[in-house]
């Protein structure tokens, strides 16, 4: 590898000469910053970010550690996240967890070990311990999809029990009697803040506990919702109206009573959340509850590039959005 030392041979100056036309070229003379440059042309020479950031103690990386990369919607909170770090002259590391809290630590001490500028970070740890650990490297960190306590980090997230709320309400208002919730990991706060809002929905409704059923799927994706779907049509009583943790499980839902022949909406609504692409493009447009995922994103590397540029007065703040319905076809309004 070409080295900075192989320029200033070939150019006939100090490595100082060259340090000074790649980072203060207004110190050198117009002819010694042509022959440098000339020779870094010719030698195909590359400046090492790495060494550079050790000397500046500041990356221009922040990374970002997510829970399933293959969910259309953390790709949105990434897209997000990224054009904000673009704006300020910044890259994003992204990264997948895939729920699973071991590699959730090794990600963690791997951002420590490449001293990244920050984390965007929604935890797969229920209990908080990996980002406990990582905060002994002083590394700023912003909760996404999460809500933190403000006296540790900055976080952005959506209200999930209105979420809830608005998904089983809906149900209702069509006439739903019995409702179904296909919840990911109780591990999860999301998955238990949408199951609160929907017990609350029932409850307000005046129904018995009992007319919400719960379903748990270990892994939120269309696999698991084709096999929570045929769960549900096994159960001797079935409910008539579905809402599923995320629009991924709720297309395998879609997929399994297709499958057995049960006709949405007509005999089953379902109901799903974040409101991806793929939602309205379903073979039955899929009633959803839409999270403001890229806006998530663009905020909480935001709120991180405040605070690792320096800006005086940043102080943690828990940023809540508020969720929204879409009803599309496969959940009418009102049942026939």
Do not use: W
């Not at 729920?99 to 963690?108: D, H, R, V």
């Not at 905020?299 to 940023?319: M, Q």
Request: proline share 5%.
């Amino acid at each position: 590898m070409i080295s900075i030392k192989d320029v200033a041979r070939h150019a006939g100056v100090s490595v100082g000469t060259v340090s000074n036309v790649i980072n203060r070229p207004n110190l050198v003379s117009a002819d010694i910053r042509a022959r440098v440059s000339a020779a870094i042309d010719e030698l195909g020479y590359v400046r090492s970010e790495t060494a550079r950031q050790l000397r500046a103690g500041r990356s221009r990386i922040m990374a970002m550690l997510v829970l399933d990369i293959a969910n259309p919607f953390f790709v949105d909170v990434a897209r997000g996240a990224e054009r904000a770090a673009r704006d300020a002259g910044l890259g994003v590391m992204l990264c997948n967890s895939g729920q699973n809290p071991i590699a959730e630590a090794e990600y963690l001490s791997m951002f420590a070990e490449q001293r990244v500028r920050g984390v965007l970070i929604t935890p797969s740890d229920g209990n908080g311990a990996n980002i406990a650990a990582f905060r002994r490297y002083k590394i700023p960190y912003v909760m996404v999809d999460r809500v933190g306590p403000a006296e540790e980090s900055c976080s952005v997230s959506v209200d999930d029990v209105t979420g809830g709320e608005l998904a089983a309400r809906h149900l209702i208002h069509a006439g739903h009697r019995h409702i179904a919730y296909i919840s990911g990991p109780v591990t999860l706060p999301q998955c238990r803040d949408r199951r609160a809002g929907a017990a609350a929905a029932v409850a307000a409704a005046g129904l018995p506990p009992s007319a919400l059923t719960v379903l748990e799927v270990e892994q939120m994706t269309v696999a698991s919702g084709r096999d929570a779907g045929s769960r549900l049509l096994g159960l001797a009583e079935r409910p008539t109206g579905v809402f599923c943790v995320n629009d991924l499980v709720a297309l395998g839902v879609l997929q399994a009573m297709f499958a057995a022949g049960i006709r949405v909406p007509e005999e089953a609504s379902i109901v799903g959340y974040d409101d991806i692409e793929f939602a309205a493009a379903a073979a039955v447009p899929l009633t959803s509850v839409r999270q403001p995922a890229v806006r998530m994103g663009h905020t909480a590397a935001e709120l991180l590039i405040e605070e690792t540029g320096g800006a005086a007065g940043h102080r943690h703040r828990r940023l809540i959005f508020q969720p929204e319905l879409v009803v599309r076809a496969s959940s009418p309004a009102r049942r026939a």
